[in-house]
């Protein structure tokens, strides 16, 4: 167990749906990233969250939206789901505000199919 | 836009054997790390590099970080089944402020 944990675990849904993702991030860490990992693009960075305000944005669609919460988890929020939306997606978590020298702890997860 | 490459893609090798996986890019980062992903979990970090020409050792895995700080390699001796797994480096700073740049990745099986 990492201490990230990442809910729920698989996800199936149709398209055009919406879902979201939550992430607990590990004690004491104020940092939560986002990544979205697929076949054929690796692990592409979505999003940063800082202790509830937004760090840093990668190639992040439109669809998709997130934010951090006072009790620190996150959520990730996908709309309008189209099927090459069907990724992992990983939540991350660090002690670190700025660049993450020290590495990140990953949750496990979510596996998000739409069909 | 910075970007790492890992080469090789996919590495099959017999147990005992032993193997180089090299993670390049034209930016230079503050940092760089491994980490080893089994299926169905995330990415686990082996180890973090700072210093240009830093050389870290972890039991039969060896790190080294180049003199630039523009690309990293990760040796492992005599492999075991056991490291079977996608290995993956990531940079941080310079552009990616407040984010990792990840590798493609490096598929490593290691057959008994």
């Known amino acids: 167990d990492s201490g990230v944990t990442q809910t729920p675990k698989h996800l199936i849904t149709a398209t055009g749906q919406r879902v979201t993702l939550r992430c607990s991030p590990r004690?004491?860490?104020?940092?939560v990233y986002w990544y979205q990992q697929s076949l054929d693009q690796g692990l592409q960075f979505l999003i940063q969250?800082?202790?509830?305000?937004?760090?840093a944005k990668g190639n992040i669609l439109e669809r998709f939206s997130a934010q951090q919460f006072p009790d620190l988890h996150s959520e990730l929020n996908l709309s309008s789901l189209e099927l090459g939306d069907s990724a992992l997606y990983f939540c991350a978590s660090s002690a670190e505000r700025g660049r993450p020298v020290y590495g990140y702890t990953f949750g496990s997860g979510t596996r998000l199919t739409v069909v | 836009t910075q970007l790492l490459e890992q080469s090789p893609q996919f590495l099959s090798i017999q147990e005992g054997e032993n193997l180089t996986v090299y993670c390049n890019s034209s930016?230079?980062?503050?940092?760089l790390q491994w980490y080893r992903q089994e299926p169905g979990e995330g990415p686990v970090l082996l180890v973090t590099?700072?210093?240009?020409?830093e050389v870290k050792k972890l039991k039969r895995l060896t790190f080294q970080f180049g003199d630039a700080r523009k690309d990293s390699s990760l040796h492992i001796t005599a492999a075991q089944p056991g490291d079977t797994g996608l290995y993956l480096c990531a940079g941080a700073g310079g552009t990616s402020y407040g984010k990792l740049t990840f590798g493609q990745g490096t598929i490593l099986t290691v057959h008994p």
């Open positions: 590099v700072v210093t240009g020409g």
């Open positions: 004690s004491g860490d104020l940092s």
């Open positions: 969250y800082y202790n509830g305000e937004e760090r």
């Open positions: 930016s230079v980062f503050s940092s």
